[in-house]
């Protein structure tokens, strides 16, 4: 946690050495209990927090070396965290706070690894270390107990009688499955729906990420079973779009979903929005070979990646996908290019990052399309709306003349480029930007 400060702080010698001294405490400690792990004793969940900040640090570090170390580091943390079993201790209306918080932080710190490794393989394109199918625990609590600071307020907030969160599993299928899932999870769908069933937004986050785990692994069985035009089948892409429309109701009914990045409750709700994001765009399009790319840490393999990327062909999914990448972009405009340049780094998450890198990717490769294919067929109604708009989005960006057609894809490239040039906290965003830069002049050749 301190390494992680000191680099929010710009202290960048300070974060390595913190880290470096916070990865000779853990390497010690695991060690130490390697032969005689005693689970229940608090020090082990301690050694996941610890391992997960530690491979955050790398993750995002810029360094291909150090991104090496993180993703080696991803099975160590998974036998871990099963040695514990990924599961929920049943909750007694007889549990004292005590034994609650233990329960609440075991089941969020494994929820955590899991999110992580999810995250890692959004934006690397590496498999997940901890599968949808292994997840059997309940959803986290509502932050209103989970941040209660006595015991006399986690009583009034009702955990005392309260009743289990929903399972992780059947929450997950009634999402998916809709009216087709057997009648129980039908109706964790509807009371998820309807905001009758408790779900905290951490709760939500992580069927979020079981939502777009699940379509990963369609987009990797479809080389065995493709649809007609080599894409995810049809059928499959409806149950994920269903999944996420009931996510979405489920999200609008909770009371701690919130925009605001300073939301009392935590960032979380943000950074679902993002997370949507990236799931929407890759209902479509495989963006496996410009992430993995990112692997590399250089920024002319990245731009290479990215331009030699393939999308489906010209058509409403792909047009649906790049409406998605340009209200990224649109975001970006409101809130205005140059203070989020200087101030993102304090307000959006990695997330958001990583969904502005693909988003961009998605909407330059589709500009490319609707260049070059513009008479055959024409333009459909939708597509000629949506230059538009991208036309107007970069006019409120102010870089410079927009009615050129033929010039929108460098000006989104350079547009995002300048975000991410500024960031100085995670090292690999300098690198994107320096790939859009590399990606842009490729183009205007």
């Known amino acids: 946690m301190c390494s992680l400060g000191a680099k929010y702080c710009l202290e960048q010698q300070t ?44 993750t995002w570090s810029g360094n291909p070396f150090g991104l090496r170390q993180a993703l080696s ?29 233990d329960r609440e932080v075991r089941k969020r710190t494994k929820l ?23 997840i059997a625990l309940d959803l986290p609590s509502d932050e209103d107990a989970w941040q209660a600071e006595s015991e006399d307020l986690w009583q009034r907030c009702g955990r005392g009688q309260a009743p289990e969160m929903p399972s992780f599993q059947i929450a997950l299928r009634s999402f998916l499955l809709g009216p087709d899932c057997n009648p129980p999870d039908r109706q964790s769908a509807v009371a998820l729906s309807q905001d009758t069933s408790p779900c905290s937004i951490f709760g939500m986050y992580a069927l979020l990420h079981g939502i777009i ?19 995810v089948p049809p059928d499959q892409i409806v149950q994920i779009e269903r999944g996420l429309r009931y996510w979405q109701q489920a999200w609008e009914r909770n009371m701690e979903a919130s925009l605001d990045p300073q939301n009392a409750h935590g960032p979380l709700a943000f950074n679902c929005i993002a997370l949507v994001r990236i799931a929407y765009i890759r209902l479509d399009i495989d963006l496996g070979s410009a992430c993995a790319a990112l692997q590399s840490g250089d920024p002319h393999i990245i731009a290479r990646a990215m331009k030699d990327q393939k999308t489906v062909a010209r058509g409403p999914r792909l047009t649906k996908a790049a ?53 055959d067929p024409l333009l459909s109604d939708e597509e000629s709306w949506l230059i538009k708009l991208v036309q107007n989005t970069l006019g409120e960006c102010n870089v410079g003349e927009v009615e050129n057609v033929k010039t929108l894809n460098v000006m989104v490239l350079r547009t995002w480029a300048k975000v991410f040039a500024e960031t100085t906290i995670w090292e690999i965003m300098p690198v994107i930007g320096a790939a859009f830069e590399i990606y842009a002049d490729m183009l205007s050749r």
């Not at 608090?42 to 640090?57: D, P, W």
């Not at 890692?120 to 901890?130: G, S």
């Not at 699940?214 to 080599?230: A, F, I, M, V």
């Open 15 to 58: 974060a390595i050495a913190l880290w470096d001294a916070g990865r000779l405490i853990v390497r010690a400690a695991t060690e130490e209990k390697n032969e005689d792990l005693d689970v229940a004793n608090s020090g082990y969940i301690e050694i996941c927090q610890a391992m997960l900040l530690l491979m955050a640090f790398q």
């Open 323 to 375: 409406l998605h990448a340009c209200h990224a972009l649109l975001v970006l405009a409101k809130e205005g290019i140059d203070l989020v340049t200087h101030t993102q780094v304090f307000v959006w998450s990695i997330q958001h990052s990583i969904a502005s890198f693909q988003c961009c990717v998605v909407l330059v490769k589709w500009l490319e399309t609707v260049i070059v294919d513009t008479s």
């Open 213 to 231: 785990q699940h379509q990963y692994q369609l987009r990797q069985y479809s080389d065995l079973t493709p649809g007609p035009d080599g894409t």
């Open 112 to 134: 955590g690894v899991y999110c992580f490794l999810n995250l890692q393989c959004l934006t690397f394109n590496v498999p997940p270390l901890i599968l949808n199918s292994e």
């Open 73 to 101: 580091s991803q099975s160590a943390l998974a036998s871990l965290v099963r040695q514990d079993r990924l599961n929920s201790r049943p909750l007694s209306k007889e549990m004292t706070w005590a034994e609650w918080i």
